[in-house]
């Protein structure tokens, strides 16, 4: 069988398997037994609350999908991609203009047709289940932000790879994950210095008992804190959440002002806890490291099926760098992705799990962690009993799991 037979199997089948976490998503777990449990600490509302907010835009979410994955279609297995650099071409002569006005017709062809999901998801739907505060101004506004962000994203990124694959013919490879590690470890520190002020305000948590208990704490494991920031999330939303960024001595804590609004400081502290526990088993470092090895292999594998395609001739391919190659590249990430998204996800559930185990440990508080556990996932309208397949796909242990093992663990 041809390599173009295969991959198109592998498309159709990658797409049946989305449509099917998202069927199997809407069901959830009928179970007596889970639900028995989950009464023990929510009410029948708080499930039904979970159901609809996780059922929100189903057909729509399926149209999408469809939708996604016909772009998708065309671009890789018809001519569009090299006529759209045809056309390109004609007017601009520099390899670098051409990648990036390519990219850049692409991306907006599909801003367009997905902004009125964008809105109907991210706007619409957050107002009617009571999260999103925006404005239509302030959304267009962050929206501008974001596409300005990402524009900027493909310039540069796409530059530094063109540059890669064109000038290293050999020894791209292993360039493409070197530099990926670099970005990957750079972006940890620039992250909350350039990008989060551009959508979010944020200042350095008041003196007062908070700040104190979080000091204490992270004196007690020592991990030295630069700084503790209070993120607006509600001049947005309602969501809360909490994350700790930066590396050596150049730690920070964000907290989102609306979880301090709906938890006790107990309650906070054992959230940090977790966070404090994500740094001391230095799970970024290892994510980062796995990473590196993930994309050095897959440099391998699209290395190999790239040329194997060329010489079966099957697809409207140029060079590696060419602008009309990008979306089989995307296509192949997409479907290596898809092998590797299970494993991914269990492994974030592990480190998930080892942080709730350390902040237990740490706090030697079983009732503030589970009282968190239960806010949270009301404060975020949480799926209470999601079906046992789509949670292979989870990348945190479901809420009542959580709070099962806080029950059983012992001091």
């Not at 957050?126 to 239509?136: P, V």
């Amino acid at each position: 069988m041809k390599f173009k037979k295969i991959f198109l199997v592998l498309f159709i089948l990658d797409l049946f398997l989305s449509l099917a976490l998202k069927y199997f998503s809407y069901i959830g777990d009928e179970s007596l037994e889970t639900k028995n449990f989950i009464l023990n600490y929510f009410t029948e509302n708080d499930i039904k609350i979970g159901e609809e907010y996780s059922r929100r835009g189903f057909v729509v979410k399926i149209v999408l999908e469809i939708l996604n994955s016909f772009i998708l279609f065309v671009l890789v297995f018809t001519k569009f991609s090299t006529r759209l650099e045809e056309k390109i071409s004609f007017k601009f002569k520099n390899p670098y203009i051409v990648l990036i006005l390519f990219l850049y017709s692409i991306y907006f062809i599909r801003f367009i047709i997905f902004i009125p999901f964008d809105y109907y998801f991210n706007y619409y739907l957050e107002h009617q289940f009571g999260f999103s505060k925006m404005t239509n101004f302030t959304y267009l506004i962050f929206k501008l932000k974001s596409v300005g962000l990402i524009l900027f994203g493909i310039s540069i990124f796409s530059l530094i790879y063109l540059f890669l694959l064109k000038k290293f013919s050999k020894t791209w490879v292993f360039l493409v994950p070197v530099t990926q590690l670099i970005i990957s470890l750079v972006m940890s520190f620039l992250f909350p210095i350039l990008i989060t002020p551009i959508f979010y305000k944020f200042e350095t948590l008041p003196e007062g008992s908070l700040k104190n208990k979080i000091e204490a704490l992270s004196k007690k494991v020592n991990v030295n804190i630069e700084n503790i920031y209070v993120i607006y999330e509600s001049e947005y939303s309602n969501h809360t959440n909490a994350y700790f960024t930066g590396f050596g001595s150049n730690k920070k804590i964000f907290l989102y002002d609306t979880l301090i609004q709906n938890h006790t400081e107990e309650e906070i502290i054992s959230v940090l806890g977790h966070e404090l526990g994500h740094w001391v088993y230095s799970h970024q470092i290892k994510d980062i490291g796995v990473s590196f090895f993930e994309i050095l292999f897959f440099c391998f594998l699209l290395n190999f099926l790239f040329f194997q395609f060329k010489k079966e001739n099957s697809l409207n391919l140029k060079e590696i760098y060419s602008p009309p190659s990008l979306p089989f590249l995307v296509l192949v990430f997409m479907l290596f992705n898809s092998f590797l998204e299970i494993p991914w996800s269990m492994l974030s559930r592990s480190q998930e799990t080892e942080a709730d185990i350390y902040a237990l440990d740490i706090t030697k508080d079983r009732e503030s962690f589970i009282e968190t556990e239960i806010k949270m996932a009301k404060d975020n309208k949480t799926r209470l009993n999601p079906h046992p397949f789509v949670e292979l796909y989870f990348s945190h242990p479901k809420t009542i799991d959580r709070i099962r093992l806080a029950l059983e663990y012992k001091f």
